[in-house]
């Protein structure tokens, strides 16, 4: 069951939200400590979080960018204040999407569901491993021999896929078509450089070689 963690200060349309999410089997958190965001996000451990921009004591600026140092949770930012402004300063500091006020409550499920499923359920397994290296999906995050290295979005999805596809030839244009899927549009060169960096993030944790490229074909884990 999915947790939704609810990070808004007008009681009516939080509560409004929860049956809602409840209603479709969600299990929903509306936030009480304004004052101490981050805690509570740590206690409830959510998987996608819906987060107002004006709120007591801090906005949702300060709060997304907290959440963001220890964690690359979903957020939804919702808001009344729907100019274009807002909606890329919401992006810039690291949402997923942006739902206006007043919103209709179908329109709000939909996009919950869409992006937990772009962000959860294009995995089988909650890890990934091969020759010693682990893959996390639910931090997207890699291990090796106790060491550990953060990767981005398209970082994690180009290993990942990858790895579903060892010992085969990956097209670059699977790649890009795979990121495509997760709102990430990517052209070639794009492509070029997450590659690049996924392989100095390998080496630099004594995994040189991990990927191999195919000229003119794509690339492979073996």
């Known amino acids: 069951m999915y947790r939704i963690y609810i990070i808004e200060d007008d009681r009516g349309i939080a509560e409004g939200i929860d049956r809602a999410l409840t209603g479709w089997g969600f299990e929903c958190y509306i936030a009480s400590a304004f004052s101490d965001i981050l805690t509570e996000f740590q206690k409830v451990q959510p998987h996608l979080v819906l987060l107002d921009i004006m709120l007591p004591f801090y906005n949702g600026y300060h709060w997304c960018s907290e959440i963001r ?3 690359k949770v979903p957020i939804i930012f919702l808001s009344s204040a729907a100019d274009n402004m807002n909606i890329v300063m919401a992006v810039n500091m690291g949402g997923d999407d942006f739902i206006a006020k007043p919103f209709d409550l179908g329109v709000l499920t939909a996009k919950v569901q869409a992006l937990l499923r ?3 359920d294009f ?3 909650p890890v990934l ?5 682990t893959l996390r999906t639910m931090d997207q995050s890699l291990c090796y021999r106790g060491q550990k290295q953060e990767l981005t979005k398209n970082e994690y999805r180009i290993l990942l896929t990858l790895l579903e596809c060892k010992g085969r030839i990956v097209s ?5 078509q795979r990121l495509w899927e997760t709102d990430s549009f990517v052209d070639d060169n794009t492509l070029t450089v997450n590659v690049n960096r ?3 993030k390998l080496a630099g944790l004594g995994l040189n070689d991990f990927i191999t490229t195919k000229h003119g074909q794509g690339y492979m884990v073996e």
Request: glycine residues 4%; positive net charge; charged residues 40%.
């Open 69 to 71: 140092k220890i964690s």
């Open 118 to 120: 772009r962000s959860y």
């Open 123 to 125: 995995v089988e397994s």
């Open 129 to 133: 491993t091969h020759r010693g290296l």
């Open 172 to 176: 670059r244009e699977k790649l890009m």
């Open 198 to 200: 996924l392989r100095k």
